[in-house]
């Protein structure tokens, strides 16, 4: 499997492109134009099988509507619940994005095939209420959106939906399983004993909100 990561305007979203028998992209950015041309230099457009959003922030998710008939959407139904409420508007950035209709409604539990690789979803509400993390077992990779970030770092709180307790509760669950790499939403990628970072978050989640 190649895993390639792309880092997307408007403000340095991390997206990741998995290319096995399946192709997945994890988020998309806010800007068709530019993710539609990185990755181009790796794919054909209409080898897109999945677009998955970690949450449905602007920054990770307002390009998505344009990859409606491209790829099979699929994000998790309380995000959807809060995009449909919020009439695809984002109250933070004070801009609404393309409308979409998720070909697949995640609740967390589910296994998305990408061949060799297999994507665990699980709900992590604190950040947004349906943010969702997704583990690879056998590699021991974790795509945590803007749940969990390295350096003990973790996601905000404070927009719409965000709430401390079920963060710090996300936080626990992550801390749980055997992470080796770490691909977070922003900043740095870690790769080898990226469990040490999590549990760094939690500790610090514990004491700050
Ligand atoms: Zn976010």
Redesign the pocket.
């Known amino acids: 499997m190649k895993l390639v990561r792309i880092v997307a305007p408007p403000l340095a979203a991390n997206c990741y492109l998995l290319i096995d028998e399946k192709t997945a992209l994890i988020d998309v950015g806010g800007d068709f134009e530019f993710i539609s041309n990185a990755l181009k230099k790796y794919i054909d457009l209409k080898e897109l099988d999945y677009v998955i959003l970690t949450?449905s922030?602007y920054?990770?998710a307002a390009a998505a509507g344009f990859f409606k008939n491209l790829a099979k959407i699929a994000m998790h139904k309380d995000e959807y619940s809060l995009l449909k409420a919020q009439k695809f508007a984002s109250l933070f950035f004070g801009v609404s994005f393309k409308q979409f209709e998720p070909d697949i409604l995640l609740s967390g539990g589910e296994s998305i095939e990408i061949g060799e690789a297999k994507l665990e979803v699980i709900h992590t509400p604190g950040?947004?209420p349906g943010?969702i993390c997704l583990y690879e077992p056998e590699k021991k990779w974790l795509f945590s959106?803007?749940t969990v970030f390295a350096y003990g770092s973790f996601?905000?709180v404070d927009?719409p939906g965000g709430d401390a307790r079920a963060l710090i509760n996300s936080i626990e669950k992550l801390s749980k399983l055997e992470v080796e790499n770490l691909y977070p939403?922003h900043e740095d990628v870690i790769e080898g004993n990226a469990k040490e970072h999590i549990l760094k978050s939690l500790k610090i989640a514990k004491m700050f909100l």
């Open positions: 949450h922030h920054d990770h950040h947004s943010s959106g803007d996601g905000r927009f939403g």
